[in-house]
């Protein structure tokens, strides 16, 4: 089964914490979703890799989901994410995000021992069993090391009920051509790889999941929007502009980079959790000037 | 800072679950300890990857630490397993381990985002700063998506007091090579790769950090004694016989492997948690006919 | 220094036997060439990896780039591919090949031992030091054994004389992004990863050097112009009719797949040199499938 | 088939150049020769990788093959190393050191294109029809660009007349132990990798194919011997009093570290060939240090 109520830019919060990176700052999270919504996102992603969701205590996790979906009140559609070590714990989440009212959830399995195609499957049918809740099939093997193929995933998306949308993080822009070929374009596939965010809407990627709204506004928007009028010359332009913070993102990871560019921005969503440590001063000098740059040739 | 109270046969308890997959089956804990007492082993390690530490709850992993040291009740040291995703938690575990009286604590970093070698290091330092309990500095890449180096595990075991011994598990025998030459054999160094053990303990290991006896009793400890007496001739007979069983545990896994063995031996440690699942009937016939042919060529 | 003769489809020649795999069978090479020439290509490259360059004589090889350069007799330009493991061999086809007045010469290092990046920069220089013709820096790692970084090339291309173009065949889109971006598009980069085909072309690659011409006639043509005309639903529709075939070729290698194509189209070009073998006859049904399919959707 | 002329240690030859680079200096290779033979190896290698075999012209190789052969004159047995594109020239190179009576050829593929299994089995078994000499099978991946499994080296040994022993340098123990062990210690394995020379011993192997003789004499033969003796401290000793030479060459290239050493020990060999550079002065000084302590720990 697939799902069409999701496309275009799917804007990705960071979890914002105190000074002590210790409480979740609800204050700069509200903002933190009206910054993203006002960039014109189509939805909201929340506790996905950027909001630093398997760093986070079972408490933690149910309040983001909750007090996001409050406070985003219908405006745009929600997403949940969970990435979970064991099949139990992804199904109580999973029905958790379904009772505060998500629209999907977003899932990937997480490894300690290597997951088989097998034990991946049957993990998203007991998940799409026990929840009635649209799942975006995500597949990051970088951070979650175990890698779906597409073969893999088109699969579940036939025949697991929920499993209605594909979000790609494996950086292959084959992994997005195979989608779309093999599907025949039917199967919503989201990229999720930001470096490659071009490639991907040409190869025919429905969406963008992306956390770059929170630095750079609404130019992703307005690389969708490129696409979208057939003008490649903008769209060319517009990617080789925002190219620089993307690849920037791929190397230092998307907490790190974000809360470190919020912090540019004055807006205190604290640092990553320990033992993950803020950017170090030379590269946050970099990131300064790489957002000077792109804000001056926006204007 | 070393420690010289580990050496030989560190052997690994897995976590029995009841029926349900739901509950630390205790009585069956105690069991497992006692036989792995009985096959001579010099230590007993709780909750590393064979004891599934990353799929239990907190209480569970609490229960398990606890139980675990009250009933060795000093037969042998006890090393608790440690592999938490952060710095706080890790720290916390550590304390609790410490106080419950373990003798030891074996840590892995766990990442989802990538950690960098200082990142590492402090994950380290925190907790040697907060509990007063030997560190055996634990590297198993291919589970935990880190690979830390044998310079940064040295430099560590140099400048940082807790940090007093290294378990290597990456499988490549220079490791063992570089921190058995670098430190000039000063630094205990336990190989976790079952499948490179006799190379490892020719190459300067001081111990064979192991599931293996929990299936085929004293042979490990047997080949430890072979190498001690400087007898390579039965050394490599007793390990080409045990070699089977290590390559299928490097293949399959070992919480998964254990505990299909512990049924065929009529030990009811039930089953690893979902997503992992039992091994298919085809290969617990291998697995059968491995360990009735080791305990032919034994007897 | 950089070249602009050279852009859009650059077709590759297979190097033609008799039926003993012995002798090269000119009269073929002769028709081959013209059909490409007939598919509109903007260039002809002769002796690259299509060509089995690396499987020749001396002797061959250069009867090979004489006698295709007549035959091509200027109606368009011609490369000839230099794939030498010592230097002072490279510096000799080069010479022989400027001599011949082929347009340029596509120079790729071949690696026993590998190769510094200080040596791969001594190679070229050396080429460009001692034969007065522009030089396409190819970079194909998987059969070359060596990965020459963009920040590499684009250091030869500025320094070295001869050095004005690039062909990337690594299969990594960020490669040609990079490139684009870091010389603001000013150095010619040519695609040679049939399977990125059209993501490299809307990064900003300024051709595509191909074998497909000599199975699907000027359907690569087809989706440039589509490009070229800001067209990308056409671009996209054109892609993937191609696709099969692209990853085909990926998968089992340009000079067995494309000879194995001309068999299916009775242009008898013998196979490629053992070791290398024929595709197997289920696999020959497979492209006569995938051809045939591209074929009936293009009229 | 196997073969038992050959075991312990086959020292290699490089091949010496003029000032040039461009005259086989003849003398020089007789010297090295009997060095080599004074060393007290059981047989010589020529041809190998340190021979920079894939760099020599037809006739350089053919004259190197032919004047160590008759230099040597049945002192010790002799290996002629082939590492072919095409089979058409293995074949001819079999039959040419056949015709020399050297005693057998060390084989590796060599590929540009991947080559499957079928084809690797083939290329030997034609080299194997028609030339009636022993043929060591020589799996080096790293600079053939092509990898063959335990798997495949046990069968091609047991259908293939000629194929009798294999030369193991993928430096990894795992596939030492795995024809060990599936052979029963039957099929006569060489151990081409220098950094696992005492793992691959205890592993079962039968010999060690090094260029360290030409560096450090009858250390590598001494260190045989204490594992002759079972004499498993001293054989520990030993290992880790040449391991940093041993990983220095893993490092820096067999024929290029040699040939600095060489000229370390006043023998002027020349260098390697270009694109191939010299050792920077830097590492000329640190292979210096090595070979100095190794000295100095041997008196």
Known sequence: MTNSTFNGIIAYTVTPFDQNNDQINLDVMYQIIDDLINSGAEAIAVLGSAGECVYLSEQEWQLVAQQSIAHIAGRVPVIVGICELTTKKAVERAIFAHDLGADAIMVSPFSYYKLTDNEIYDHYQSISDNAAIPIMIYNNPMSCGVDMSPTLMLNMIKHIEQAQMIKESSGNIQRIHQIYRTSNGSVPCFNGSNHIALDAFNAGAQGWCTVTPNLIGDLPKQLLQA???????????LFFQQQPLLEFITKHGLAVTVKAGLTIKHINAGDARLPLK????????????ILTLINHNTH
Do not use: R, Y
């Open 278 to 289: 803020p950017l170090p001063a030379s590269e946050v000098e970099k990131l300064k000037d």
């Open 227 to 237: 696409i979208k009028n057939n003008d490649q010359t903008l769209a060319k332009t």
